[in-house]
């Protein structure tokens, strides 16, 4: 077989590659900042439900 080389990419200049650099970190750093909210939002639900479950337990064991 012949190896077409019409798709190959052309190299990326300096300023090509800050540029996408540049997003690439911006992406990474929001994609950080939702997981992280992500994370907060299940362990407080994750207490939340916790708490339910143990109030009902309580009351429960007294009744």
Same mark, same amino acid.
């Given at each position: 077989?012949? #190896?077409?080389?019409?798709? $190959? ?5 300096? /300023?090509? $590659?800050? +540029?996408r650099? +540049?997003?690439? $970190?911006? /992406?990474? /750093? !929001? +994609?950080? $900042?939702?997981? #992280?909210? =992500?994370? !907060?939002?299940?362990?407080a ?5 916790? =708490?339910?479950?143990? +109030?009902r337990?309580?009351t429960? =064991?007294k009744?």
């Amino acid at each position: 077989m012949t #190896e077409d080389i019409s798709y $190959r990419r052309k190299p990326l200049t300096p /300023e090509q $590659r800050q +540029a996408r650099d +540049a997003t690439r $970190r911006i /992406e990474a /750093e !929001k +994609a950080m $900042r939702d997981h #992280e909210a =992500a994370q !907060k939002a299940f362990y407080a639900n994750k207490e939340r439900l916790r =708490a339910e479950r143990l +109030a009902r337990e309580q009351t429960e =064991a007294k009744g």
